[in-house]
Nanobody, 122 residues
Framework: QVQLVESGGGLVQPGGSLRLSCAAS????????MSWYRQAPGKERELVVT????????NYADSVKGRFTISRDNAKNTVYLQMNSLKPEDTAVYYC???????????????WGQGTQVTVSS
């Protein structure tokens, strides 16, 4: 059973920082592309950033470029999202997504975490 568990969300003032973590289990993490999405109230879920299996390539949404940084630690089966210079419009539930397989010759599938709330407010 694949599990993605996000942590690190909370309330922060504008200009502040947070670091989200997503711990994965039940899949071959080192061969999974990992992404962070977010969904603000009344809006559709949007892609924030994706990182490739070796961390060599990332793709950020324009709205977070230069402020957010994704990284992964394949030894710990964990992906991180460092968020700096936070703005009120970054307020959302942040979700971790893995696209990977549970065994070597299995199909690639998408798996989602339960989400963690980030609120940016003074």
């Amino acid at each position: 059973q694949v599990q993605l568990v996000e942590s690190g969300g909370g309330l922060v003032q504008p200009g502040g920082s947070l670091r989200l973590s997503c711990a994965a289990s039940g899949l071959i993490f080192s061969s999974a592309a990992m992404s962070w999405y977010r969904q603000a109230p009344g809006k559709e879920r949007e892609l924030v950033v994706t990182i490739t299996i070796d961390g060599g390539s990332t793709n950020y949404a324009d709205s977070v470029k230069g402020r957010f940084t994704i990284s992964r630690d394949n030894a710990k089966n964990t992906v991180y999202l460092q968020m700096n210079s936070l703005k009120p419009e970054d307020t959302a539930v942040y979700y971790c997504k893995a696209r990977g397989r549970t065994w070597r010759f299995g199909p690639n599938s998408d798996y989602w975490g339960q989400g963690t709330q980030v609120t940016v407010s003074s």
